[in-house]
C-alpha cells in the first residue's frame, strides 16, 4: 500500500513537470515564434524542452517564466486525442516543425503505430506526446517552479546531428522542496572544486590541453600531503614501488587484450616506425617487472605499486573538472598472489581502503559489486569463480552492497567504491579486480611447493583511484578548508607590520627547527593586517599567527584558528606542541 501510494506520488511529479515543459513550449514560441521545438520530457528535479532555430540566453528566462505562470493561470486542460500518422505529418509540416514530423516518422517505423497520440493544452497547443500531464494547469505548483539555465544539446544526443538549445526547469509539488533545493544548490556551489580550486589557487585547465590538468605549487603540495598517509599506510602494509614506462608497444597491448577491448579510450604514437600506445592502464608494465626472473611460491604475495600516469580518451561532452580527465595518475597495484591467498588479500585490501577514507574523514563509501561485462577475456567458469569469491568475502565480512551487472573490467570483476561529491553525484574511487586471465596471455608463472610452474591470480587494485578524482572529492568534500594535515599551507606568520618582520621570519625558523615538516609561510606583503587576515581566511588558512610588539619582547606568537578564533599569545615551541599532535593525529 505505502509503496503504491510513493508510485502514485512519484508519477504525480512527473506529470507536473512534464506539463510544466509544455508550457515552456507554448511560452517560447509566443517570443520566438520560428522556435523548432522537439522533445520536453520530465528529469531528476524538474524537466527540459528542446528547440531548433533559438538562440536565447539566461537573461530571456525571467519573461518566459512569467508567461508560463500567465499561462498556467487560464485554468488549460490537458486532452489526448489520438491521430492518423498522415494527419500529424502534415500538420507539423506546415507548421514548419520539423523535429516533431522526424518524431512522428520515427515512432511509425520503430513501433509500427498506425495512430499517434496529440495532446491539446487547451486550444493553444498541439503537440505530439504520449501523455504524463496534469488534468489542467490550474494543480500547477506555481510557487514550486523555476527556468534556471539555458545549454546546448545535440538533437537525439548526437553531435553529427544539429545543436538544438535547451531550457532547464526546476519543479516540485510544494515550495518547500524547491527552496531546499536551492540551498542545496547554493551550497554546492561553495564546495565546488572548479571554484576552489581556482580560488585557492591549486590547479588549472587550459584549452592547450582539454581534459588535462595542469597542478599550482598549492595542489601538489595538497597531493603530496594526501600520497604521503598513503606510502605511510602501504609500506606498513608490505607493498613495494615500482615504476614502469608510460609508452608501450603495440604488441604487449594485443597480448593484454587492450587492444581488442579497450583500444577507442587509447592514444596512439609512433616511434621508428613502431606503433607504440599511451598506457592507459599500469597492468602490462607492472607484469613484466614481474616476468624478470622466475619467482617462487615463498616470495608470493607480490604487491607491486605503482602510481602511474595514465591516458585515457574521453568525449569532450564528458569532461568535468578534476572528476573526469583524460590523464590521471591511479594508485595501482597488482597483487600476485597463490589462489589461497587471494582472499586474504582482498580482505586486507578492503580494511585498507576502509581505514584510508576513515582517517581521511570521507563519508562511509557505498560498496559495488560489478559482473561480466558484454566484452570480456577468460573463460565462463573463471567468471564465475572470481564473482562468486568476492561475493563469499563481501558476505563474510557482513559489508553491504549493490551488484553492479555487466560493468566488471573485461579481464574480471570487480568491487568498487564509491563516495558522493558536494552535488550528490556518486564517483568511483577505489577498486579491486581479480583477473585469472592475464596471468595466462602473459604466460606470468610461480614455483610452487611441489616444484611444478603455477599460474598467481593477479589483484588489480587502487584505494585511490584517479589521484585527481579523489582530490575534487577531497576539496568539495572539505570545501577547501583541509585540515591541518592536509592543508597545503599549515600556518601563515603575519607581521603587524614591516618593523616585525625579521621577527616574523625568526618565528618561522624557530617552528621549523622544531617541525621541519611543517608549511609555514611568513606573509611579508606590505597590506594592513587586516588585510592579510581577511586574505588568510578566504584562503583557508587552518592557523593565521600574528606577531607584533608584545610577541617580540615576550619571545611568543598569538595564533588564530581557523573557526575557533584568538587563542591567545604562546611560546613558539608550545606552538609547536599543539601543530605537531594535530598533524600527528590527523583531527
Ligand atoms: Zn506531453
Ligand atoms: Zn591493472
Redesign the pocket.
Known sequence: MVKLKNRMQKNNIENIR?SFA?LTNIAVRKFYPKAQPAIGPAIENGFYQDFGNLNISKEDLPKIEKEIRSIAKQNLTFKKELWPFRKVVDFYKKEKQPYKVQIAKDLVKEKKLTKLGI?RTGDILV?L?R???VKNTRELPLDAFKLTHVAGAYWRGDEKNPMLTRVYGLAFAEKKELDEYLAFLEEAKKRDHKRLGQELDLFSFHPEAPGFVFWHPKGMLLRQALMSLHHELHRKAGYQEVSTPILLSEDLWKRSGHWDNYKDNMYFTKIDNRVFAIKPMNCPGTILVYKVRPRSYKELPIRFAEAGEVHRHEPSGTLNGLMRVRAFRQDDTHIFAQPDQVEQEVIDVIRLTLQFYRIIGLKEPHIELSTKPEKYIGSLAMWRKAESTLKKILNDLKIDYKINKGDGAFYGPKIDFHVKDSLGRSWQLGTIQLDFSMSERFDVTYIDKDGRQKRPVIIHRTVIGSIQRFMGVLIEHFAGAFPTWLAPEQVWIVPISDKFLSYAKDVQQRLLKDYPALRVVVKEENETLGKKIREGEVQKIPYLAVVGEKEQAQGTLSPRKRGKGNLGAMKIDAFAKILEKEIKEKN
Open positions: 512534464h509544455h495532446v503537440d506526446c501523455g504524463g500531464h
